[in-house]
């Protein structure tokens, strides 16, 4: 049985982990529109970014869903989460487009909350009101009461407790008439509780370069796709690259839920970290990455907390899950809606835009906190 008691006297659990390439020196680090590679000068010299606190996120969640199956993977069965489907496969069985654990804002999605199968949307609105009260919901008024929500979360999406949401969307409050407005008036939000980036320290470039070679037509008309097309590229070594993750134990009590519920979410958070550290770290085409030393991952604080094994956090998740089964349900919803195409296509701004790696790559968010 695994021992958590060490957490609960601090308010925060930080782990730095220390990476290496699985191959050679060279890495590739996430990059920004406009802007390339962060990098920047500290008191102990360069330092670069290589993964963001966003697309950790997303890399921490992937950890908990089976692509191959489209559900939660086997030792998540019974957390809550919202399902969407959309049309007939050639089976005639509902075919599957997206879930609130895959979804960039969680239940903040507009296949959820916008699509005109209102089924989801008034359970969690039914929800909420009974939690945060009628006013509060249908207006920019009152107290909200941060339990409520946040127990209206763990029914329906516990995720959104440990990466965060902000329910921002504009949808119809009744069923019939009204026009759209956000939900109490935009005001429900939950930050992460769980982040991470990765951060190499003494960085510099490792320039170099190569060429799109054309056999038939070198020196044809490269705007089309034709002719030889020479490229420089920058890659990275580093003195020492770290995966700093932060878990916000006094955010996660601040819930006010009771205690197994806060164990839950505590050993989803673990999982996750120790899930994503003993996997794939191959964050883009080349940069593949893993710890220096995955068998002994200790906390700086609390100071001496080790990261429990994959196997004992699996089966501490299976049974805080089945103690918790009765407060958190797997919805279903459809999504038949016409998919509208944006009538003005925007290049995104520098200052607004999402990090992004290479072309294979495409960073979001899971919350705007």
Not at 323 to 331: G, I
């Amino acid at each position: 049985m695994l021992d958590l008691s060490p957490l609960d006297k601090v308010s925060r659990l930080l782990l730095t982990v220390e990476l290496k390439p699985v191959q050679g020196d060279r890495f590739q680090p996430t990059g920004f529109p406009s802007l390339g590679a962060a990098t920047y000068q500290t008191k102990d010299g360069p330092k670069l970014l290589v993964e963001s606190a966003q697309s950790m996120a997303n890399r921490l969640e992937a950890t908990c869903w089976d692509t191959a199956e489209n559900k939660p993977v086997t030792a998540l069965v019974g957390i809550s989460h919202v399902t969407v489907m959309r049309g007939k496969d050639k089976d005639n069985k509902p075919r599957f487009l997206t879930d609130s654990m895959l979804e960039a804002h969680r239940l903040n999605s507009p296949y959820m909350l916008n699509s005109s199968d209102r089924s989801f949307l008034d359970r969690f609105l039914d929800e909420l009101r009974a939690r945060l009260g009628e006013e509060v919901v249908n207006s920019n008024n009152g107290l909200i009461n941060r339990n409520g929500l946040a127990l209206a979360l763990v029914k329906f999406d516990i995720g959104s407790l440990i990466h965060g949401v902000f329910l921002s969307n504009k949808v119809k409050l009744k069923s019939t008439d009204g026009k759209p407005d956000s939900i109490a008036g935009g005001r429900l939000r939950v930050a992460r509780a769980l982040s991470a980036f990765i951060e190499a320290s003494g960085a510099a470039v490792a320039a170099s370069g190569g060429v799109k070679n054309d056999t038939v037509n070198p020196s044809g008309d490269t705007s089309l796709g034709f002719g030889n097309v020479p490229f420089a590229r920058d890659e990275y070594v580093a003195d020492r690259i770290d995966c700093q993750i932060n878990l916000d134990l006094a955010q996660i009590r601040g819930y006010g839920l009771e205690l197994k519920v806060q164990k839950l979410l505590i050993l989803l958070a673990l999982y996750r970290v120790r899930k994503l550290l003993d996997g794939d770290l191959r964050l883009r085409t080349a940069c593949d990455l893993e710890p220096v030393d995955r068998d002994n991952l200790v906390a700086s604080r609390p100071a001496g907390f080790k990261l429990p094994s994959l196997t004992d956090l699996e089966s501490a998740v299976q049974a805080s899950i089945t103690e918790c089964k009765d407060l958190m349900v797997n919805t279903t919803v459809t999504f038949e809606d016409e998919l509208k195409k944006a009538k003005d296509e925007k290049k995104p701004k520098a200052d607004d835009a999402d990090d992004s790696g290479d072309d294979e790559d495409n960073d979001t968010e899971n919350d705007d906190n």
